[in-house]
């Protein structure tokens, strides 16, 4: 399956290579060109019908704190949260590579308390300074048991577009869509002083499938 957010530009592209590798077929009699071109066109196109691909994932129990994108833990430490908390809280970072599954998704189930858009530059995603100089997308949600966690899409160097689902004072649950990232990013995450975080810096993560984190609900 396709991601929505994908599927004009996958057909937009589809259009584009046919044309493209169709004249070079009718005005180049060289097979040496021809079959490059016609190669690095599918490997292109399978390229992008892969980063937007849409694996359906079962919604697991909400007793975690699950991972809310797929990739790698890069940062899991206390920090003092500037935006919204004002306070200190447990960082848990989590970077996309291009070839990682793009979808972002709620961790937990709740109320979204705040959401707010920040324009910004496009440091590398591992950058400890893109999580408050990037473009990004902050989300706050409130739990049934009063807790609030953070969730921010940061974009990347390569990634120019954040897509958010996040409507302020709206209900979601666990497993639905929060947004889409394209091309290479990261997802932070600040959750209470006293929460057991169930991850390491260097650990592959899933989204949906591998538990952050669990605390008192």
């Not at 691909?53 to 704190?65: E, G, H, L």
């Not at 409130?142 to 689902?165: F, M």
């Amino acid at each position: 399956m396709i991601h929505k957010e994908g599927r004009r530009i996958s057909i937009i592209l589809f259009i584009l290579l046919v044309i493209l590798n169709a004249l070079i077929v009718q005005f180049t009699g060289a097979i040496w060109i021809q079959i490059p071109a016609i190669t690095a066109s599918l490997l292109l196109l399978l390229f992008i019908l892969r980063f937007f691909r849409d694996p359906k994932r079962t919604v697991p129990a909400d007793r975690f704190i699950y991972a809310p994108a797929d990739g790698k833990v890069v940062v899991v430490e206390k920090t003092t949260e500037k935006e919204y908390f004002n306070d200190k809280r447990i960082q848990v970072s989590v970077f996309m590579s291009v070839w990682n599954v793009h979808i972002n998704w709620y961790p937990v189930s709740g109320i979204l308390s705040h959401y707010k858009y920040h324009p910004g530059k496009y440091l590398i995603a591992r950058h400890p300074k893109s999580s408050t100089l990037n473009e990004r997308n902050t989300i706050v949600i409130k739990t049934a048991g009063g807790d609030e966690i953070l969730v921010r899409q940061i974009a990347g160097a390569v990634a120019r577009r954040i897509i958010s689902y996040a409507g302020r004072g709206s209900k979601v649950n666990l497993g639905d869509e929060l947004g889409f990232i394209r091309f290479g990013s990261r997802v932070d995450i600040f959750l209470p002083v006293g929460t057991k975080v169930l991850v390491q810096p260097g650990q592959q993560v899933r989204g949906l499938i591998t538990a952050l984190a669990e605390f008192d609900f």
